[in-house]
């Protein structure tokens, strides 16, 4: 089935370990995204990226970085993890980023300690 | 600063209606969308609104006031499968997804 895969589905992480969260998409969209959800507050983009080779800071990119190396993969990477890096992090995409919809990956569950 | 308000959680009773309300203050607007979200799954989109009025789609219509900052989903003839949280997100000038932190919605038999 075409869609956004990510990986893990979750993680317990040390503070100050290195992590990679993984993204892949099969529908050819130009557009994808990371956002982190937390309860009680809406989706916060991280980062995005509107092409292959391009990617843009979010509401917040602190922590965080990206690369767009093909069409396909989006990996979100944190360097040095902290507690407050604690949260569902999810991965979507849409055709364009003028696009109507974001197509959503299940999430990773995150916990770091 | 940009804030998208909806509420914490509402009830309603399987078969009946509900309407979920959504006011927003952002800085330009590009539509406004609804995402469903299941417990522990990922966000699904329902409806996009970007002209004021009315969008029906099944059980399932979308209302949009732009003069008013304001936006309802409408959903009719409930079932128990839509007890989820129900996401309002405006696309502000710069073509990035403004979200709010969702309406948890439970449906009682």
């Known amino acids: 089935i075409a869609g956004i895969t990510q990986a893990p589905t979750s993680q317990i992480l040390a503070a100050g370990r290195r992590m990679t969260l993984r993204c892949t998409q099969d529908?050819?969209?130009?557009?994808m995204y990371w956002y982190r959800q937390d309860l009680g507050l809406g989706l916060r983009l991280i980062h995005y990226?509107?092409?292959?080779?391009?990617?843009g800071k979010g509401e917040v990119p602190d922590g965080y970085s990206v690369s767009r190396a093909n069409t396909d993969d989006f990996p979100l990477t944190l360097a040095s993890a902290v507690p407050s890096q604690t949260s569902v992090y999810f991965c979507?995409?849409?055709?364009?980023?003028?696009?109507?919809?974001?197509?959503f990956g299940a999430g990773t569950r995150l916990s770091v300690l | 600063g940009q804030n998208i308000d909806q509420p914490t959680e509402m009830t309603a009773t399987e078969g009946a209606i509900v309407q979920i309300n959504c006011t927003y203050q952002t800085s330009g607007f590009n539509g406004l969308f609804w995402y469903q979200q299941h417990a522990g799954e990922a966000p699904t989109f329902l409806s996009y609104?970007?002209l004021d009025g009315l969008e029906e789609k099944g059980r399932f219509s979308s209302f949009l006031s732009r003069s008013k900052g304001y936006s309802y989903l409408l959903l009719k003839e409930l079932q128990m499968k839509d007890s989820a949280s129900y996401l309002c997100?405006?696309?502000?000038?710069?073509?990035?997804?403004?979200w709010g932190a969702g309406t948890k919605l439970i449906i009682k038999p």
């Open positions: 609104n970007v």
């Open positions: 990226s509107n092409t292959a080779g391009t990617t």
């Open positions: 979507a995409s849409s055709v364009s980023e003028g696009s109507d919809i974001q197509y």
């Open positions: 529908m050819r969209h130009n557009a």
């Open positions: 997100a405006v696309r502000d000038s710069n073509y990035q997804l403004i």
